[in-house]
Protein backbone atom coordinates (compact mmCIF):
# COMPACT_ATOMS: atom_id res chain seq x y z
CA UNK A 1 0.00 0.00 0.00
CA UNK A 2 3.20 2.57 -0.37
CA UNK A 3 1.42 5.87 -1.03
CA UNK A 4 -1.97 5.08 -0.20
CA UNK A 5 -3.63 8.13 2.20
CA UNK A 6 -4.82 5.15 4.16
CA UNK A 7 -1.56 4.87 5.50
CA UNK A 8 -0.06 7.90 5.20
CA UNK A 9 2.29 8.87 8.66
CA UNK A 10 4.27 12.10 8.58
CA UNK A 11 6.34 12.26 11.70
CA UNK A 12 8.85 14.05 10.62
CA UNK A 13 10.79 17.71 11.52
CA UNK A 14 9.68 16.49 15.25
CA UNK A 15 6.19 15.74 14.60
CA UNK A 16 5.99 13.16 17.58
CA UNK A 17 2.12 14.15 18.97
CA UNK A 18 3.12 15.56 21.71
CA UNK A 19 1.35 18.83 20.70
CA UNK A 20 -1.04 20.55 18.17
CA UNK A 21 2.00 22.01 17.39
CA UNK A 22 3.82 18.84 16.72
CA UNK A 23 0.79 16.80 15.88
CA UNK A 24 1.66 13.53 13.61
CA UNK A 25 0.10 13.95 10.37
CA UNK A 26 -2.22 10.98 9.15
CA UNK A 27 -4.26 10.11 6.46
CA UNK A 28 -6.56 7.65 8.09
CA UNK A 29 -7.40 6.85 11.23
CA UNK A 30 -5.88 2.97 10.17
CA UNK A 31 -2.58 5.26 10.19
CA UNK A 32 -3.44 6.35 13.65
CA UNK A 33 -3.08 3.06 15.43
CA UNK A 34 0.03 1.98 12.69
CA UNK A 35 1.66 5.10 14.06
CA UNK A 36 0.49 4.00 17.95
CA UNK A 37 1.43 -0.01 17.44
CA UNK A 38 4.98 1.38 16.47
CA UNK A 39 5.78 3.61 18.60
CA UNK A 40 4.15 2.51 21.90
CA UNK A 41 4.15 -1.50 21.23
CA UNK A 42 1.90 -3.34 23.84
CA UNK A 43 0.01 0.25 24.44
CA UNK A 44 -3.95 0.32 25.49
CA UNK A 45 -6.07 2.91 24.00
CA UNK A 46 -8.04 4.42 26.47
CA UNK A 47 -9.85 6.86 24.73
CA UNK A 48 -10.45 9.24 21.36
CA UNK A 49 -11.73 12.18 20.53
CA UNK A 50 -11.73 14.88 17.56
CA UNK A 51 -10.93 18.41 18.71
CA UNK A 52 -10.65 21.77 16.94
CA UNK A 53 -7.12 23.68 17.43
CA UNK A 54 -7.49 27.12 15.77
CA UNK A 55 -9.87 25.62 13.45
CA UNK A 56 -8.17 22.38 12.51
CA UNK A 57 -9.19 18.72 13.42
CA UNK A 58 -7.17 16.99 15.25
CA UNK A 59 -7.51 13.83 16.95
CA UNK A 60 -6.48 13.45 20.45
CA UNK A 61 -5.95 9.68 21.09
CA UNK A 62 -5.18 9.19 24.93
CA UNK A 63 -2.72 5.83 24.92
CA UNK A 64 -1.37 3.78 28.33
CA UNK A 65 1.56 2.54 27.40
CA UNK A 66 3.41 -0.65 28.75
CA UNK A 67 5.42 1.42 30.97
CA UNK A 68 2.46 2.58 32.50
CA UNK A 69 2.40 6.72 32.13
CA UNK A 70 -0.97 8.07 30.79
CA UNK A 71 -0.25 10.45 27.92
CA UNK A 72 -1.82 11.90 24.52
CA UNK A 73 -0.87 11.06 21.15
CA UNK A 74 -2.12 14.41 18.86
CA UNK A 75 -2.99 13.51 15.28
CA UNK A 76 -3.69 16.08 12.46
CA UNK A 77 -6.41 14.49 10.65
CA UNK A 78 -7.30 17.01 7.95
CA UNK A 79 -6.23 15.36 4.97
CA UNK A 80 -9.36 13.34 5.14
CA UNK A 81 -11.91 14.05 8.13
CA UNK A 82 -15.02 15.32 6.44
CA UNK A 83 -13.80 14.85 3.29
CA UNK A 84 -16.33 13.56 0.86
CA UNK A 85 -14.88 9.90 -0.12
CA UNK A 86 -16.10 7.53 -2.49
CA UNK A 87 -18.75 5.95 -0.51
CA UNK A 88 -20.56 9.05 -0.16
CA UNK A 89 -21.28 8.80 -4.14
CA UNK A 90 -22.61 4.93 -3.54
CA UNK A 91 -25.54 5.92 -1.78
Known amino acids: MA ?3 ASY ?3 SQGRDGSSFQK ?3 VGSVRA ?3 YIDRTYPGSEILSQMIVDNNGNPYDVVTILP ?3 TKKDVIFDVSR ?3 KKT ?4 VQ
Open 3 to 5: GCA
Open 9 to 11: IDS
Open 23 to 25: AVI
Open 32 to 34: EYL
Open 66 to 68: KEG
Open 80 to 82: FYR
Open 86 to 89: YADD
